[in-house]
């Protein structure tokens, strides 16, 4: 079974620009959720998305958006980007909501020129 | 304010030995813990979990411990392989243990040394 794929994997943008990253999770995961990892603060929690519902929002600007389709890919959006978004995003998928074991995608490196 | 802490940033461990890596947490609604492992440019992969009801989980070389009255957790690693060598992070969760909401810690980097 192939695991959660995240595209691209490394991106380059420029301060202002907005950016889409993609996640496809593992196949019959139904949860979604997306994390900020950087040196600093490590992961933080961005959002998750359930049934193409956002369930959970984390502590984050309204400029981080997702959204998750009817096969549950996800897509998260980063406007008007700052240099502080430079970050791996993490993508992260499960069975259903509850106590189930998380599994993460290999990330998506922005960097913010 | 960090309500999931790793004071260690780095623990250096010879092959063999027990590593301890520890957590501490402030959020008494936290129910549920649980510690990733992560190697460079790879996604965290989930190790071991435990619930508040319990205070020790075992898995093979991995044993986790919970003091809940000192907001504490620790995981042990014995014997501790050069393959460990890795970033563990700690988490965790509240009300019923929904994964998707994990708060995790900054993170402990264990080097084992053959």
């Known amino acids: 079974k192939a695991g959660v794929t995240q595209t691209p994997r490394y991106l380059i943008k420029t301060r202002g620009q907005q950016v889409t990253l993609s996640c496809s999770p593992i196949s019959g995961h139904r949860s979604v959720s997306w994390y900020q990892q950087t040196p600093g603060q490590g992961l933080q929690f961005l959002f998750e998305?359930?049934?193409?519902?956002?369930?959970n929002k984390g502590n984050f600007p309204g400029r981080f958006s997702g959204r998750q389709f009817s096969n549950s890919r996800s897509e998260m959006n980063v406007s008007t980007l700052e240099l502080g978004d430079s970050a791996l995003y993490l993508c992260a998928s499960s069975l259903d909501r509850g106590n189930e074991k998380l599994f993460f995608g290999s990330g998506t490196q922005l960097s913010v020129l | 304010d960090q309500q999931v802490k790793q004071n260690s940033p780095s623990l250096s461990v010879q092959e063999g030995r027990i590593s301890i890596l520890n957590c501490d947490y402030t959020?008494?609604?936290?129910?549920?813990f649980l510690w990733y492992k992560k190697y460079p440019a790879e996604g965290p992969t989930f190790l071991i979990s435990?619930?508040?009801?319990?205070d020790k989980n075992e898995d093979g070389r991995f044993t986790v411990f919970l003091n809940k009255s000192a907001k504490h957790l620790s995981l042990h690693i014995v014997p501790s392989q050069p393959g460990d060598s890795a970033v563990y992070f700690c988490a965790a969760s509240e009300n019923g243990g929904s994964q998707g909401n994990l708060i995790f810690g900054k993170g402990t980097k264990l080097s084992v040394k053959p």
């Open positions: 998305y359930f049934s193409e519902t956002q369930r």
């Open positions: 959020n008494s609604m936290f129910d549920y």
């Open positions: 435990i619930s508040s009801i319990k």
